[in-house]
């Protein structure tokens, strides 16, 4: 197990500066071990001078296949995951916790989850880490980080016939979370204070990896073609969509499902690896809702690079 320790900490302070995200933690399972296997290394991409940290800590194998990592206050903590015995695969409880203050412990392992879960959707909120599955018989469970204890959710009616589509969207000015399901296309938010469920739209058929709230505005970026893309936004209060209105030329040949981090204020950058450059890409701009019932938006200093970057594999982390 490989860390960095004299760089893992000041990485991790460099991620946000003046109130906005500077840099993003990802993972890369670029190299492999020498057992053979692929490697899950922890790196820090800045966005601002367009650099690629050295492998910051290593993840152990102990943390097998289709896992989930998350970060909350200065840990990461990687979740879940699925195991190959013989033919079959299963899925385990595992938890381990990452220490960006103190990166010479390596990844330790803590309580584990309530059930075997992979490949789910997890986010991290208000010292708490919440993990969405889509079973009515384990549809989710919540971590106390203060308490070390796992406490299983309650489940939507939905949940038993519906997958969850990717991400969950945490809209904390309203103490909830939205989670879109993908069989009808409806819209939900748990709602984390009082354990419960509120139906916000049951044909919302927007939805997609790029996706992030500010306000009162949900927007939901679509690429059709490499010359057609577009945004909707949409008004989780009215449940109304609105306009969108690009004051400069907005074009990208990022993939659908690119992350979409929002910065501060009415900043926003979409992230994404290009292949064919061997690079990290992105791109920067504003959207704001100009008081009207229309969003108008506009593109900061074009398209930016990282230093060259082959990636075979890798997943950005939403900070």
């Known amino acids: 197990m490989s860390s960095n320790t004299r760089n893992c900490s000041s990485y991790f302070d460099a991620r946000q500066r003046d109130g906005e995200i500077k840099g993003l933690f990802f993972l890369d399972w670029t190299r492999r071990d020498s057992e053979g296997r692929r490697r899950s290394d922890l790196r820090f991409l800045d966005l601002e001078r367009g650099e690629i940290s050295d492998v910051l800590s290593t993840i ?12 909350c206050g200065n840990h990461a903590y990687a979740i879940g995951g699925t195991i190959r015995q013989g033919m079959t695969y299963h899925s385990t409880d595992h938890v381990f916790r990452f220490d960006f203050k103190h990166a010479e412990l390596g990844w330790v392992k803590v309580t584990s989850m309530l059930y075997c879960r992979g490949a789910t959707e997890v986010l991290a909120l ?7 599955q889509g079973s009515d018989v384990c549809f989710g469970e919540v971590y106390d980080i203060s308490g070390d204890i796992w406490v299983p959710l309650c489940a939507p009616s939905i949940a038993e016939f519906s997958e969850i589509s990717h991400p969950v969207l945490p809209d904390s000015s309203r103490s909830r ?8 296309r409806s819209l939900y938010a748990y709602y984390y204070n009082d354990n419960s ?8 058929h927007y939805w997609s990896g790029t996706v992030g709230i500010v306000g009162n505005v949900l927007y939901v970026f679509y690429e059709f073609s490499e010359e057609i893309c577009y945004w909707k936004a949409y008004d989780v209060l009215d449940k109304k969509w609105l306009p969108v209105k690009w004051l400069t030329e907005f074009s990208s040949h990022a993939p659908v499902g690119a992350p979409l981090i929002h910065l501060g204020n009415d900043k926003w950058c979409m992230v994404w690896h290009s292949y064919t450059l061997n690079c990290f890409e992105h791109v920067k701009f504003r959207m704001w809702n100009n008081g ?6 506009v593109v900061e200093g074009g398209h930016g690079t990282s230093a060259s970057f082959r990636s075979v594999d890798h997943e950005i982390l939403m900070p």
């Open 60 to 71: 152990p194998p102990d943390v097998h296949s289709f896992f989930s990592v998350v970060t």
């Open 126 to 132: 208000q010292g708490k880490i919440y993990v969405f």
């Open 177 to 184: 979370i939205l989670v879109h399901f993908r069989a009808d």
């Open 197 to 204: 469920w509120v139906c916000l739209d049951p044909n919302f």
């Open 292 to 297: 009207h019932g229309e969003i108008y938006a």
